[in-house]
């Protein structure tokens, strides 16, 4: 398991039934669930990796440590030159804070620059300094960028141990991406023995914090009931406020709550237009499900080309369709054509992407 720093994504992706294989006039009720595979984890960048979560039986942490809080009172100037990119009079301003006040957050700044290379060479020796003068005098910002240092072997060997135990210090503190990191090792189950009743405690914390990946996970500990009661009502709840937060996944399975009812009025329409929007950020399990939408004319008007358009660009991405196949087939020469060409930008950025990592 790897722990990052913020988290974004997903627990689970979803799946449609229901054939599309009548003209997109005639098409029977399609119904959206839940998947049985999860999709695959997403690494990223900067300072440490950002994997998307699998269930909550995740093996990978996620949720970046946000910028260093600015403090309270005083206008703090080395904070506002590192918020507007002023990396060098940021590095200059907090380490005169440091050296005269011993300022908390002017150290947690400098681990913060000297991790990323900002206004200074990147050095994580320094940075882990910076961060541990910060947290032993109780800033939990540092305990948790310092415990992803643990984790990713950015402060000597890798030490999941101490690491975890700056999670617990940082998430009592306060800290959303604290306790919802510490909630994925939980369900983990290797540096503690697997508690999802506590691990549903944990994201709860980071919920009400606002944290829209702890929403998430917890929305799907509810819907599986396990940690705590089954309860689809609530996790829709907590699926809506992920959505609001623009989280993905959350908009792909509260797109699929919607559409049928569960735990929250049925809103085919939302559905379609929230479908549409994780799409368009690149979801191929939602750019499936809106061409079945198109391609049924449910929640959105009947439109074949942008049917066989998405269903193309999930393909691309790695979901395929029999049926949705069956449908384009179905179609006119002029029809096929056109979808293909409006797919054809986001394939081949697929194709460069894809050629890029490799």
């Known amino acids: 398991m790897r722990i ?57 942490a996620a949720v970046p440590a946000p910028p260093p809080a600015a403090p309270r009172g005083e206008a703090d100037l080395a904070y506002g030159a590192y ?96 306790a919802y990191n510490l909630a994925l090792l939980y369900i983990e189950g290797q540096l503690f023995p697997q508690d999802f009743a506590r691990a549903a405690e944990l994201f709860r914390s980071a919920a009400q914090l606002g944290n829209a990946e702890a929403q998430y996970a917890l929305a799907t500990l509810y819907k599986e ?52 929007k994780a799409a368009r950020k690149g979801s191929p399990i939602a750019q499936n499900r809106l061409a079945n939408i198109l391609a049924a004319g449910r929640g959105a008007n009947p439109n074949p080309v942008q049917a066989i358009k998405w269903h193309i660009i999930a393909k691309a991405g790695g979901v395929s369709d029999v049926p949705l196949d069956a449908f384009v087939q179905q179609q006119p020469p002029d029809i096929r054509a056109a979808g293909e060409k409006a797919a054809k930008p986001w394939v081949d950025a697929l194709k460069e992407l894809r050629a890029s990592r490799s």
């Open 4 to 60: 990052a720093r913020y988290a974004a994504a997903g627990i689970l992706g979803l799946a449609l039934s229901g054939a599309v294989t009548a003209p997109a006039s005639a098409q029977a009720p399609v119904e959206l669930s839940p998947p049985t595979t999860p999709p695959a984890a997403k690494p990223a960048a900067k300072p440490a990796p950002k994997p998307a979560p699998p269930k909550p039986a995740a093996t990978q």
């Open 83 to 178: 918020q507007r990119g002023y990396y060098i009079t940021a590095f200059a301003a907090a380490t005169r804070r440091a050296d005269e006040q011993k300022d908390i957050k002017a150290m947690t700044l400098l681990g913060e620059l000297y991790a990323n290379g900002l206004g200074v060479q990147r050095d994580d020796k320094k940075s882990a300094e910076w961060y541990r003068l910060a947290a032993e005098r109780g800033d939990r910002e540092a305990m948790f960028a310092l415990a992803m240092l643990h984790f990713n072997g950015r402060a000597g060997a890798v030490d999941r141990e101490q690491g975890a135990k700056l999670l617990a210090a940082a998430a009592k503190l306060g800290n959303a991406a604290a």
């Open 225 to 276: 009931g396990r940690g705590v009661p089954k309860d689809l009502v609530e996790a829709a709840r907590l699926l809506a406020a992920a959505s609001l937060a623009d989280n993905t996944d959350a908009q792909v399975e509260y797109a699929i709550a919607l559409f049928n009812g569960i735990g929250v009025a049925k809103n085919e329409h939302l559905a379609a237009i929230l479908l549409a």
